[in-house]
């Protein structure tokens, strides 16, 4: 009896805990609905990186300007000598996506932005086919308390077959 007292008040506990991060979970959703949110790496006045990733040889970047401007893309380095990739691209307002092919040399990809009087270094790195996105507090909430519940039902699986006596294994002697 008291083991179902201990395992009705875990579930009561995991029931409420999840709500709780299923709540926080909505109200970050709901924060980042405008779309300029996003776009926090200020170029200059006009333009900002809203995101930037290596996609096998190309950098694809997300630029958000204010009005219709050209800006040029260039390779940002490459190990030893050589011609470094360079795309000139015209703008519109709002968001725009731009691709440029580099060579890949394993540690030093990334791009600089030349917006009017602005030359802009960016980092880009490979983004994670296996682990994607921009994780937050909630998710890390979520995925430990996840596996907290996981560990505890199995704990509490493998008491009950001892205390009921259906445990068929021989008791280890340490």
Same mark, same amino acid.
């Given at each position: 009896?008291?083991?179902?007292?201990?395992?009705?008040?875990?579930?009561?506990?995991?029931?409420?805990?999840?709500?709780?991060?299923?709540?926080?979970?909505?109200?970050?959703?709901?924060?980042?609905?405008?779309?300029?949110?996003?776009?926090?790496?200020?170029?200059?006045?006009?333009? !900002?990186?809203?995101?930037?990733?290596?996609?096998?040889?190309?950098?694809?970047?997300?630029?958000?300007?204010?009005?219709?401007?050209?800006?040029?893309?260039?390779?940002?380095?490459?190990?030893?000598?050589?011609?470094?990739?360079?795309?000139?691209?015209?703008?519109?307002?709002?968001?725009?996506?731009?691709?440029?092919?580099?060579?890949?040399?394993?540690?030093?990809?990334?791009?600089?932005? !030349? !917006?009017?009087?602005?030359?802009?270094?960016?980092?880009?790195?490979?983004?994670?086919?296996?682990?994607?996105?921009?994780?937050?507090?909630?998710?890390?909430?979520?995925?430990?308390?996840?596996?907290?519940?996981?560990? !505890?039902?199995?704990?509490?699986?493998?008491?009950?077959?001892?205390?009921?006596?259906?445990?068929?294994?021989?008791?280890?002697?340490?």
């Amino acid at each position: 009896m008291r083991l179902l007292t201990i395992f009705a008040t875990l579930l009561v506990a995991t029931a409420f805990a999840t709500g709780a991060v299923a709540a926080q979970e909505n109200t970050t959703a709901n924060a980042s609905t405008n779309a300029t949110e996003e776009c926090t790496e200020r170029i200059n006045q006009y333009t !900002a990186i809203c995101s930037a990733e290596l996609d096998g040889s190309d950098v694809v970047i997300d630029i958000y300007t204010e009005g219709p401007q050209t800006v040029v893309v260039t390779e940002a380095f490459r190990k030893g000598s050589g011609i470094l990739e360079q795309r000139r691209v015209r703008l519109d307002e709002g968001r725009n996506t731009v691709r440029l092919t580099v060579t890949v040399d394993g540690g030093s990809e990334g791009v600089t932005i !030349a !917006a009017g009087d602005v030359l802009y270094q960016k980092e880009v790195r490979t983004s994670s086919t296996i682990v994607a996105g921009p994780f937050t507090a909630s998710d890390a909430q979520a995925a430990g308390l996840g596996g907290g519940v996981g560990v !505890a039902l199995v704990t509490l699986y493998i008491v009950a077959k001892v205390v009921y006596g259906r445990n068929q294994e021989s008791e280890r002697l340490a």
